[in-house]
């Protein structure tokens, strides 16, 4: 299997552009989670899914961010408006959900710059 | 709120030697699971290791063992014959059971000296 394949992996942007982050999960699995990345924070996670529905968004920091997943094999994350304090490594990953320890396979980022 | 604290923001180590990473997480609930991630410069983050809480063996995979100390709420990572390539960011994760939200500590940087 490929893995989980984000794009674009780089991206720069100037204030108030929208962005799109894509993440294809891999095949067969059935949560898929979008991640983000600072310095000051860590790693956070902004929303995950099962089975296409949204499930906790209760990380996405404001209106200005939103994700969907409109089939199995497919997610964006959209900015919009972009503003600078959103520049991070945003991560997708998917999982096989089964109630075990579920492991969580990350696809290698998208590294936003919001100029 | 469930937390996970990483006290050693950076380590090293020479290589072929051992070394420890510590992680202490903060939970009342008795059904979860902790996690040891590894991120190199390439960005990716790569499973280490995985441990149920419900299990008192601690977890091996070849070269990486955990100390899974329930009462203490610590889960330590172990390096043995330290390579190269083991140099990255290593992150501990807490998952309770039930849900899929993982919890990530803010990660121990690990230098490998030759």
């Known amino acids: 299997d490929a893995g989980v394949i984000q794009s674009p992996r780089h991206e720069v942007t100037e204030m108030g552009q929208e962005v799109t982050l894509r993440c294809k999960p891999i095949?067969?699995?059935?949560?898929l989670f979008w991640y983000r990345q600072t310095m000051m924070r860590g790693l956070e996670l902004l929303i995950y899914?099962?089975?296409?529905?949204?499930?906790?968004d209760s990380g996405m920091p404001e209106d200005r961010f939103s994700a969907k997943m409109p089939n199995a094999s497919f997610s964006t994350l959209k900015i919009q408006p972009s503003e600078p304090r959103d520049s991070a490594v945003y991560f997708c990953?998917?999982?096989f959900g089964g109630g075990q320890a579920d492991t969580q396979y990350f696809g290698p980022g998208t590294r936003l710059t919001v100029l | 709120a469930q937390t996970v604290t990483q006290s050693q923001p950076e380590m090293s180590v020479q290589e072929a030697e051992t070394v420890t990473l510590s992680c202490t997480y903060d939970?009342?609930?008795?059904?979860?699971?902790l996690f040891w991630y590894k991120q190199p410069p390439s960005r990716q983050m790569i499973l280490v290791i995985r441990?149920?809480?419900?299990?008192?063996q601690n977890a091996t995979e070849n070269r990486f063992s955990v100390n899974f100390q329930k009462a203490a709420k610590s889960f330590s990572l172990k390096i043995s014959d330290s390579q190269l390539g083991d140099a990255a960011m290593y992150f501990c994760?807490?998952?309770?059971?039930?849900?899929?939200?993982?919890?990530f500590g803010k990660g121990t940087k690990l230098t490998v000296n030759p």
């Open positions: 990953a998917s999982s």
């Open positions: 095949s067969g699995h059935d949560y």
């Open positions: 899914f099962n089975n296409n529905v949204p499930i906790d």
């Open positions: 939970t009342s609930e008795s059904d979860y699971y």
């Open positions: 441990q149920e809480a419900y299990k008192q």
């Open positions: 994760a807490y998952r309770v059971g039930g849900s899929e939200k993982l919890v």
